[in-house]
T-cell receptor
Framework: NAGVTQTPKFQVLKTGQSMTLQCAQD?????MYWYRQDPGMGLRLIYYSASEGTTDKGEVPNGYNVSRLNKREFSLRLESAAPSQTSVYFC??????????????FGPGTRLLVL | AQSVTQPDIHITVSEGASLELRCNYSYGATPYLFWYVQSPGQGLQLLLK??????LVQGIKGFEAEFKRSQSSFNLRKPSVHWSDAAEYFC???????????FGTGTSLTVIP
């Protein structure tokens, strides 16, 4: 099993460009999450999906959209990138529906630089 | 509002020395408590978690953590640190009900020979 995979590993964008970060898990997990990690701020939740077909905002959703394409895949879209969105983005998944009370399994991250 | 605090931004220890990383939370009820480790350039991996029961929790890689309700703390410990333990450590709290989950800001651990 690959666990949680993320593509791309690294991306450079110009301000105003759009892009989609892809995430897939092969563990048959129900819940999936997107975080951003910034120096000195830990990880902050952007969006999560408690089950296929549902998505909810986290702590810092502004400037992002998400799609839970199916049970395996959860994508994060930046419609008009801004320098403030320069960050490392992590996708995670957990087994049960809508549960923040259990272990999350993380992907390797996507480093995004917005110029 | 709930929060989680890791007071130490960076800690340096000698290999073989003991380690304690601090974590304090602010929450009305006892939350679910986690410690994750992040090696350079990697994603996060769960070290251990506490939901209820025995307040001393054993994790992977020889780590343990103790939940102290009176101090709202969940400190991570290891008796003897190895060079491979150099990493960033994150404490996290999840609400016992509802969809709230927060990471601390992390503690960076350097291990010197």
């Amino acid at each position: 099993n690959a666990g949680v995979t993320q593509t791309p590993k690294f991306q450079v964008l110009k301000t105003g460009q759009s892009m989609t970060l892809q995430c897939a898990q092969d563990m048959n997990h129900n819940s999936m999450y997107w975080y951003r990690q910034d120096p000195g701020m830990g990880l902050r939740l952007i969006y999560y999906s408690a089950s296929e077909g549902t998505t909810d905002k986290g702590e810092v959703p502004n400037g992002y959209n998400v799609s839970r394409l199916n049970k395996r895949e959860f994508s994060l879209r930046l419609e008009s990138a801004a320098p403030s969105q320069t960050s490392v983005y992590f996708c995670a998944s957990s087994p049960r529906q809508g549960s923040f009370q259990e272990t999350q399994y993380f992907g390797p991250g996507t480093r995004l630089l917005v110029l | 509002a709930q929060s989680v605090t890791q007071p130490d931004i960076h800690i340096t220890v000698s290999e073989g020395a003991s380690l304690e990383l601090r974590c304090n939370y602010s929450y009305g009820a006892t939350p679910y408590l986690f410690w994750y480790v992040q090696s350079p350039g990697q994603g996060l991996q769960l070290l251990l978690k506490y939901f209820s029961g025995d307040t001393l929790v054993q994790g992977i890689k020889g780590f343990e953590a103790e939940f102290k309700r009176s101090q709202s703390s969940f400190n991570l410990r290891k008796p003897s640190v190895h060079w491979s333990d150099a990493a960033e450590y994150f404490c996290a709290v999840g609400a016992p009900t509802g969809n709230q989950f927060y990471f601390g800001t992390g503690t960076s651990l350097t291990v010197i020979p």
